[in-house]
């Protein structure tokens, strides 16, 4: 059940990251080093983003909205 739940969490968390990247190279290649890259990889993801963004809705949308 875990290893079920993590893989579901790390496609969706690579999903989202490669859509906030409007789905370019850098982006579709970033999300799928989340599956290899797995927690480490998004932790430092989100603390380099919260640090570089304004606000909760930029670091969540990027430039989608």
Do not use: H
């Amino acid at each position: 059940q875990f290893n079920l739940d993590f893989s579901f969490f790390l496609i969706f968390t690579g999903l989202w990251i490669a859509w906030r990247n409007n789905f370019n190279p850098i982006g579709l290649g970033l999300g799928l080093f989340t599956l290899i890259g797995g927690i480490p990889f998004v932790s430092t993801y989100l603390l380099i983003l919260s640090f570089k963004s304004n606000s909760i809705k930029e670091l969540l949308i990027g430039n989608n909205s």
